[in-house]
Nanobody
Framework: VQLQASGGGLVQAGGSLKLSCAASGLLLDYYAIGWFRQAPGKGREGVSAIDNSGGSTYYADSVKGRFTISRDNAKSTVYLQMNSLKPEDTALYYC????????????????????WGQGTQVTVSS
C-alpha cells in the first residue's frame, strides 16, 4: 500500500493550495481517508477526513469553512482544497487510510488510521 501526498508549496497568507493523495495497492472505494498535519515542535493534528463514498466529511474547527476534502475513487485520489490560508496552517501534511469496516468514531484521530503516506510541506508566509 502506498499513499503519495503532493501539492504542497509556499504561498502567501490568503492564498490557496490543493493537496492530492494518490493511493495504490488498495481499492480506495473501501477506505476512509484522513488528512493530518504536523508543525515543528507540535503533535500531529487531524485536519479533515472523508468516508469511502465521499458522502460524509469531517473537519477540524481550525479549518472549517476554509478547507474542503473530496475524492475521486476512479482516480484513486483524495484531495484537500485549502483556501484563505493562514501562517498557522504551515505544517507537513500527511494523508492516511483506514478500511471503512474498521474505521472508528474518532474520525480525526491518527490512531484510527493504518496506512500513512509521506508528507508534503505547506508553508504560508505572512
Amino acid at each position: 500500500v502506498q499513499l503519495q501526498a503532493s501539492g504542497g508549496g509556499l504561498v502567501q497568507a490568503g492564498g490557496s493550495l490543493k493537496l492530492s493523495c494518490a493511493a495504490s495497492g488498495l481499492l480506495l472505494d473501501y477506505y476512509a481517508i484522513g488528512w493530518f498535519r504536523q508543525a515543528p515542535g507540535k503533535g500531529r493534528e487531524g485536519v479533515s477526513a472523508i468516508d469511502n463514498s465521499g458522502g460524509s466529511t469531517y473537519y477540524a474547527d481550525s479549518v472549517k469553512g476554509r478547507f474542503t476534502i473530496s475524492r475521486d475513487n476512479a482516480k484513486s485520489t483524495v484531495y484537500l482544497q485549502m483556501n484563505s490560508l493562514k501562517p498557522e496552517d504551515t505544517a507537513l501534511y500527511y494523508c492516511a487510510a483506514r478500511s471503512i469496516w474498521s474505521w472508528g468514531n474518532s474520525r480525526l484521530s491518527q490512531h484510527e488510521y493504518e496506512y500513512w503516506g509521506q508528507g508534503t510541506q505547506v508553508t504560508v508566509s505572512s
